[in-house]
């Protein structure tokens, strides 16, 4: 169902569907992944449970060359992590709160160029932190704590950077100035026995770029907080609104429907019975060129693999894993992150056999 206030032309596009799935479980596809898809741990480290707050991966500037690191956050301080020896940590002082968040993007002039990426961290303060070869070069504060951090490009290709806060506040700023910022508003709780407006932490944020029914590129920031609804945000006003059976608590984009449309689709893709907290996409040529591989954790011990709407592969833990990232080695080969609630840093590989769709 969509709300029929604040309309916008991309919501005539908008259809509910349902596909048939099988029952209320998923089957396993006749193809036997498991016979395609192998796993070996190459070294884990073990922290303090429940003090990795955030966990990215990617190139960073280390000993004036790019590498590929593991960036954490452990209550004040940032860590980049080269391998298994914690000798060879680099910890990176912030003078922060406790870290919450932490997003990777070239920023600066010279790490555009170099082709490493930058370090963007949010923390309980309330404080946004920009992060280049290991110093801190910019620093906002918006009062209450960051619960989100997404940079994008806008339509004029300048770097934007966008957080959210505890409050229902979106701030968007770029290595000089506030762009702009709202506060996500629920006028229509029915709890409020005021009818007043009612405020709730964001849960997540997601840029997306997408052409209108003109086919010129069009950007929104993709709302969710507490409420089961989804907003839709351009330059910090809303454009309209979806109402979703669920709170939403993450949010990704990737090639996961088959369908030969343009339309914008809001049907049932995947039913699980366990709580999701992450999800990511990954296109995995050996599976397929065309459509993603979905990857959840969440309140199993392990990471479940989803392509086609089917439970493919589960990467098997023995706890819940609290945060998650990957990068390719090659076409074969994944490397995977994953850091439980106990505090186990584990670093392995997937190894996918070539085979024929």
Request: net charge neutral.
């Amino acid at each position: 169902m969509i709300s029929d206030n604040n309309k916008h032309s991309l919501e005539s596009n908008i259809k509910q569907e349902q596909t048939d799935l099988n029952k209320t479980t998923f089957k396993k596809t006749k193809l036997s992944y498991e016979d395609i898809i192998k796993t070996r741990t190459l070294w884990t480290r073990q922290f303090q449970p429940y003090s990795i707050n955030t966990l990215e991966v990617g190139k960073v500037l280390l000993k004036k060359k790019s590498e590929m690191g593991i960036i954490i956050g452990i209550d004040s301080t940032l860590r980049i992590i080269q391998n298994r020896d914690p000798i060879d940590d680099i910890p990176v002082t912030t003078s922060s709160g406790t870290i919450l968040c932490i997003k990777l993007f070239p920023i600066m002039p010279t790490s555009s160029e170099n082709n490493v990426n930058d370090i963007v961290i949010g923390d309980e303060n309330g404080d946004v932190s920009l992060i280049s070869n290991n110093q801190v070069f910019l620093k906002h504060n918006f009062g209450s704590p960051i619960t989100n951090i997404e940079i994008t490009k806008d339509m004029t290709n300048k770097v934007e950077i966008i957080a959210s806060d505890f409050s229902g506040i979106i701030h968007s700023f770029n290595s000089y100035n506030i762009n702009w910022k709202t506060r996500i508003l629920d006028t229509n709780n029915s709890n409020s026995t005021l009818n007043l407006p009612t405020i709730n932490p964001i849960n997540c944020i997601l840029p997306i770029k997408i052409k209108d029914k003109f086919n010129i590129d069009t950007s929104y920031l993709i709302v969710s907080n507490d409420t089961s609804k989804l907003y839709f945000y351009q330059l910090g006003y809303k454009k309209f609104e979806i109402n979703v059976p669920f709170t939403i608590n993450t949010i990704c984009t990737g090639h996961i429907s088959s369908k030969d449309t343009k339309d914008i689709l809001l049907y049932l893709l995947i039913e699980l019975n366990d709580y999701v907290n992450k999800m990511k996409t990954i296109t995995i040529p050996c599976i397929s060129k065309e459509q993603d591989v979905i990857i959840c954790s969440g309140q199993f011990n392990g990471l479940k693999f989803f392509y086609n709407k089917n439970l493919i592969y589960t990467f098997n833990t023995t706890d819940w894993i609290y945060d998650f990232n990957f990068y390719t080695i090659n076409s074969n080969t994944i490397r995977m992150i994953t850091v439980s609630v106990e505090g186990e840093l584990q670093v392995s590989e997937l190894i996918i056999s070539s085979f024929m769709n």
